[in-house]
Every structure is written in C-alpha cells, then in structure tokens.
C-alpha cells in the first residue's frame, strides 16, 4: 500500500475520533438507533444536554456525512434527522465501544455483561 494512502486512513480514523470523542456525540448518535428523529426526542432521552449543544452537534454530524436533515412540508414544518448509510455504519463501532467499557469496568458480573450483551447487539443490530 502507498504511504499516502495510509496516512489519509490515519488522517480519517483521527477526524473520526475527533468528532466521535466531543461531548454527547455517541449518545446522540446511540439516540438514532433507539429511534429518536426529531429535536426534542434527543432532547427527551438526554435531559442533561442543552439544546444550544444538541444543534451543534447536529449540524457537526450532518457535516461529516453521519446524519441527513430533512424538512417535512407540513402544517407546522417538522424538521427529522437520520443516519445516512455512512452513519448506520457506526452501529459496529460503538457496540464495541460499549462491550469495551463494559468488560473493563471492575467487578461486572457475568450475568450482567452477558444481558449487556443481547441488548447492545439487539439495539445496534450486530
């Protein structure tokens, strides 16, 4: 493989983790999977996030390409966000992010992590 090559997928892994890493970013991407589309359901499942936050990130996600914005023309206008393809793709990474924090946090047991398991694997569908 080109050097080059390598180093963009470097670059890109980065930026991935740049945005990934910035504060309720995993739980308002988590929030897609558990079928929130619109403002305030992300606001509703994360009471602590601000709404200032929430548009930020929003706007970040739709820039990177991990979530899509659509108008609906009606009375009123409603506004819904979704995963785009490249967004759903990310169902695999952070299974593993929370598999990962699960079997690395002292004394789980194995009861536990192994329900932690189906759910995560229902939710995110691996």
Same mark, same amino acid.
């Given at each position: 493989?080109?050097?080059?090559?390598?180093?963009?997928?470097?670059?890109?892994?980065?930026?991935?983790?740049?945005?990934?890493?910035?504060?309720?970013?995993?739980?308002?991407?988590?929030?897609?999977?558990?079928?929130?589309?619109?403002?305030?359901?992300?606001? &509703?499942?994360?009471?602590?996030?601000?709404?200032?936050? *929430?548009? /930020?990130? #929003?706007?970040? %996600?739709? =820039?990177?390409?991990?979530?899509?914005?659509?108008?609906?023309?009606?009375?009123?206008?409603?506004?819904?966000?979704?995963?785009?393809?490249?967004?759903?793709?990310?169902?695999?990474?952070?299974?593993?992010?929370?598999?990962?924090?699960?079997?690395?946090? &002292?004394?789980?047991?194995?009861?536990?992590?192994?329900? *932690?398991? /189906?759910? #995560?694997?229902? %939710?995110? =569908?691996?």
């Amino acid at each position: 493989m080109e050097n080059n090559h390598i180093h963009e997928i470097y670059h890109t892994i980065e930026d991935t983790f740049d945005y990934l890493g910035k504060k309720w970013s995993i739980k308002i991407i988590k929030g897609f999977f558990c079928h929130c589309i619109h403002f305030k359901d992300f606001l &509703e499942m994360n009471p602590d996030l601000s709404s200032k936050v *929430l548009s /930020e990130r #929003l706007k970040e %996600l739709e =820039q990177k390409g991990i979530i899509e914005k659509r108008v609906i023309n009606s009375s009123p206008v409603q506004t819904e966000y979704h995963l785009t393809v490249k967004g759903g793709k990310l169902n695999r990474i952070i299974y593993e992010f929370f598999m990962f924090a699960a079997e690395t946090t &002292e004394n789980p047991s194995e009861e536990f992590n192994l329900q *932690l398991k /189906e759910e #995560l694997e229902d %939710l995110f =569908q691996v």
